[in-house]
């Protein structure tokens, strides 16, 4: 999904001449981080409200402040990763598009980022999610697409993090299918390291354990 299809028209824009206490205001109103200035359709930064909460003249400008102001930004035919990674990056809730003409075009929020990002990861839709560990020099995403369709699963989301000082990579799969247990143990018998597992395992089984275990326990 690119940016520009994420854009939230509904956060305010300051300039230059607005007032300190105007800004606090509407950053107060909108629970957000940083606020756009911009003048005309020049996007001239963000400035957070840590920065105004260091005024304590509020009848003063927010231009008092335009030393600190974030001037980065993103462009809107970027994917909208980018603007997850300029969320992290800057700390910020909302993130500045700009097109590449250089016209400020809106913001785009972290809570819209997360609602499509459950999209995107396919965690609106449920199913089972087991987590691999493994060397890097392992992993085989074909190996591992086959293992799963071998099981009639179909995965929804693979996700990978490597840790840089040990060389181990861990794989989240979000498959399909709550019951995962066939899944589970096909990967042990290829000696994978499942280091965690949620979905439905034979409920039925577990349920008849239970009640063997409630009926040896009512004879004792």
């Given at each position: 999904m690119l940016i520009s299809e994420i854009i939230n028209t509904n956060i305010p824009q300051l300039h230059l001449q607005d007032s300190v206490a105007k800004a606090k205001q509407l950053i107060g109103d909108f629970k957000l981080t940083h606020l756009p200035v911009v003048a005309e359709q020049t996007f001239l930064g963000l400035v957070s409200e840590e920065d105004l909460l260091d005024v304590d003249d509020e009848k003063?400008?927010?231009?008092?402040?335009?030393?600190n102001f974030i001037k980065q930004f993103v462009f809107e035919d970027l994917h909208?990763?980018?603007?997850?990674?300029?969320?992290?990056?800057?700390?910020?809730?909302?993130?500045?598009?700009?097109?590449r003409?250089?016209?400020?075009?809106?913001?785009?929020?972290?809570?819209?980022?997360?609602?499509?990002?459950?999209?995107?990861?396919?965690?609106?839709?449920?199913?089972?999610?087991?987590?691999?560990?493994?060397?890097?020099?392992?992993?085989?995403?074909?190996?591992?697409?086959?293992?799963?369709?071998?099981?009639?699963c179909t995965i929804l989301q693979l996700n990978t993090i490597s840790n840089p000082s040990n060389g181990i990579i861990t794989i989240t799969l979000h498959v399909n299918k709550k019951d995962i247990a066939t899944l589970v143990a096909t990967f042990?018998?290829?000696?994978?390291?499942?280091?965690?597992?949620?979905?439905?395992?034979?409920?039925?089984?577990?349920?008849?354990?239970n009640y063997k275990n409630l009926m040896h326990y009512l004879q004792i």
């Open positions: 003063l400008t927010i231009e008092t402040s335009q030393p909208m990763l980018h603007a997850i990674n300029y969320c992290n990056q800057q700390e910020s809730n909302i993130v500045p598009v700009l097109n003409q250089q016209i400020y075009v809106g913001v785009t929020t972290a809570p819209l980022l997360l609602k499509y990002v459950g999209e995107f990861t396919g965690a609106n839709e449920m199913g089972g999610i087991i987590v691999l560990e493994m060397e890097r020099v392992h992993f085989s995403v074909s190996e591992i697409s086959r293992i799963v369709e071998s099981n009639d042990e018998r290829y000696e994978y390291q499942i280091q965690h597992q949620w979905g439905i395992q034979h409920f039925e089984d577990r349920m008849d354990e």
